[in-house]
């Protein structure tokens, strides 16, 4: 979830299956990499949804997560691996 917190904007959609993630956390510092954001971010659990899977012969459940708050900034460029 702090990948998430971190890189999508506010009213992203993300969805896991079998685990919730965290609806509130801080990302840290990146003591290597100071130019990185970090704060706090949020999350609100939008809907479980329970169905037959038939990989594991059992029921499933996806989360439907949505970005309430992030560090993402309007108008900055993505970084790039160089």
Known sequence: ???IGRQC???TIAITTEFSMPLKGEIGET???PSLAFGKYELDLV???D???WLTGG???A???R???SLWEEGVVPRQKN
């Open 51 to 53: 169905g037959f899977c």
């Open 31 to 33: 003591l290597s990499d």
């Open 1 to 3: 979830s702090e990948c």
């Open 47 to 49: 809907e479980e949804v």
């Open 59 to 61: 029921t499933s459940t």
């Open 67 to 69: 970005v309430v708050s």
């Open 63 to 65: 989360y439907i997560h």
């Open 9 to 11: 904007k506010p009213g």
